[in-house]
């Protein structure tokens, strides 16, 4: 890793550290989010570059034990494929659902949800389309819309939604359970 990078990683440690709450799974979208470009615009033969802070927090997240997922709706997944290993980052994903889809990635998740068995409460996920955004949220997995490229802000940002999410679903989790454990006993009991 470069110095630009160490320096990158070095913040997200301290962001991420920040937090009491944390997801099980971060998922990333690769084209405009991990990189600045579009594989099928690409070649394999050419040398694929990340966006300034992506490997630092892509380092940061692997340290914490945070797993990392790939949901791309690229056509060209070979491309992507070549442009991962050439950047060294393969193994830093638990599952990589890369492959063209109509469905605004709600198929991707699915898969990898199988996969991890993680639920979708515990993830959080960028990407820079705002379909794919609104589709994801909606099954329950805090998603944060990027616009140029996944960084150190758009982290701080996701971490903090998700802990929003998750101590609202915990609070939602706690009335429910009081509300129902403190019900009358209605049955016939014999006197």
Known sequence: MGESAEKAKAEALQIIGAFEVLPKLVVFDLDYTLWPFYCECRSKRETPSLYPHAMGILSALKLKGIDVAIASRSPTSDIAKAFLNKLGITSFFVAQEIYSSWTHKTDHFQRIHSITGI????????????????AVS?????????????????????????????????????????????????SNSAQ
């Open 119 to 134: 639920p979708f409460n515990s993830m959080l996920f960028f990407d820079d389309e705002n379909r794919n955004i609104q």
């Open 138 to 186: 909606k099954m329950g997995v805090t998603s944060i819309l990027v616009e140029n490229g996944v960084n150190l802000g758009s982290l701080s940002q996701g971490l903090a939604q998700f802990s929003r999410n998750w101590n609202t679903s915990q609070k939602n989790k706690q009335k429910w359970l009081s509300s129902y454990s403190q019900k009358p006993d209605t």
